[in-house]
């Protein structure tokens, strides 16, 4: 009887780890999400995107209703970024598979695959390692265009676009027993915002249709 105690005890442990685990990565997706549509205007408790931490001298465009994208506006963007390469381009998924397309097709050679720093596999566009974000939307309207998107290039750390965040980072509190069921509850938090500290770390390209 007690080891049927104790496995049941340890089933329900392995239980509420690994749905504090699940919120956890909720948490992450909110950010990711946050990062990128973020507005106080909208809600108080959200923060600014990092499109409204662009300035527009540090805005790129594909032309007055969108255009495919080409490396010359690639470039321009990323030229806008100072004192060094942008430490990530940031885009949709979309993007990705253009740029991709638009490497193969120039015969550039300015987009190859190689391992970060944590032996995983990234792409880099000319030694700049390339991230997706899948909350980075596709149908962006630009003029007379409604299906465009962005690319945002960036360096981050101090005196650049920086992540904020309360003392602990994200953490996970136990509540304790519910009153009106018979269960216990965990809230996961993390108290967070992010902010450019030089307008000069942070460029983007808009306007590039399908």
């Known amino acids: 009887m007690d080891n049927f105690l104790k496995a049941t005890r340890s089933n329900l442990q392995d239980l509420e780890a690994a749905v504090v685990q699940l919120k956890a990565k909720a948490v992450r997706t909110k950010f990711e999400d946050t990062f990128i549509n973020g507005d106080i205007a909208v809600d108080a408790k959200s923060f600014d995107r990092v499109d409204k931490l662009t300035t527009a001298g540090q ?41 991709t397309a638009l490497s193969r097709a120039t015969g550039s050679g300015m987009l190859v695959t190689d391992s970060n720093e944590f032996g995983q596999m990234m792409e880099y566009y000319d030694g700049v390692p390339i991230g997706v974000n ?27 676009v920086s992540g904020l965040t309360a003392p602990g980072g994200l953490t996970a ?10 269960a216990t509850r965990v809230r996961v938090k993390w108290y967070t915002a992010v902010a450019n500290f030089n307008a000069l770390k942070l460029s983007k390209l808009v306007g590039i249709r399908d």
Request: aromatic share 2%.
């Open 59 to 99: 805005t790129v465009s594909m032309g007055t209703n969108g255009a495919a994208l080409t490396l010359d506006k690639l470039d321009e963007a990323i030229d806008k970024v100072v004192e060094g390469k942008p430490h990530m381009l940031l885009m949709s998924r979309r993007s990705r598979r253009k740029l």
């Open 134 to 160: 899948d909350h980075i939307a596709d149908d962006q309207t630009v003029g007379t265009s409604d299906d465009c998107s962005s690319i945002f290039a960036l360096q981050y750390g101090e005196g650049a």
């Open 173 to 182: 509190e136990r509540v304790g027993s519910l009153e009106a069921k018979d």
